[in-house]
């Protein structure tokens, strides 16, 4: 699980920092690796190679939204929904992710290691 702690300054004009989360569980990285020609990484792989900006910026979206939820309180459960992840996405938060991680390889490839489980 990954823990991103994000200033922004909302619609409002009032700034925030708010903890973000994102995990993709060993099933859902195990659906995404059989659903993708090649797997994901693959396609990562080549998407990078191509340097297709756009795709690049579709991957990402579509990862980051995916892995984005919200901890239970009791920590047992990592909840996620398509209307969590289109909160979230209308956010100044999600475009400060988005931002970094499409303009900073880095930064994705941290991001993407710290959503994949341990499997250690």
């Known amino acids: 699980m990954l823990k991103k702690t994000v200033t922004y300054v909302d619609y409002e004009n009032t700034e925030r920092t708010e903890d973000f989360y994102f995990n993709l569980s060993q099933a859902e990285v195990t659906e995404m690796e059989l659903s993708i020609d090649g797997g994901l990484v693959k396609k990562i792989e080549r998407i990078v190679a191509a340097k297709n900006g756009a795709e690049i910026?579709?991957?990402?979206k579509e990862i980051v939204l995916k892995s984005f939820g919200v901890k239970s309180p009791d920590g047992r459960k990592f909840i996620k929904s398509?209307?969590?992840?289109?909160?979230?996405?209308?956010?100044?938060?999600?475009?400060?992710?988005?931002?970094?991680?499409v303009t900073d390889p880095d930064a994705a490839a941290a991001f993407v290691?710290?959503?994949?489980?341990?499997?250690k």
Do not use: C, H, W
């Not at 398509?82 to 991680?101: K, P, R, V």
């Open 57 to 60: 910026m579709k991957l990402f």
């Open 82 to 101: 398509q209307e969590l992840s289109e909160d979230f996405s209308f956010t100044e938060a999600y475009s400060q992710i988005f931002m970094s991680l």
């Open 113 to 119: 290691r710290g959503i994949v489980p341990n499997t």
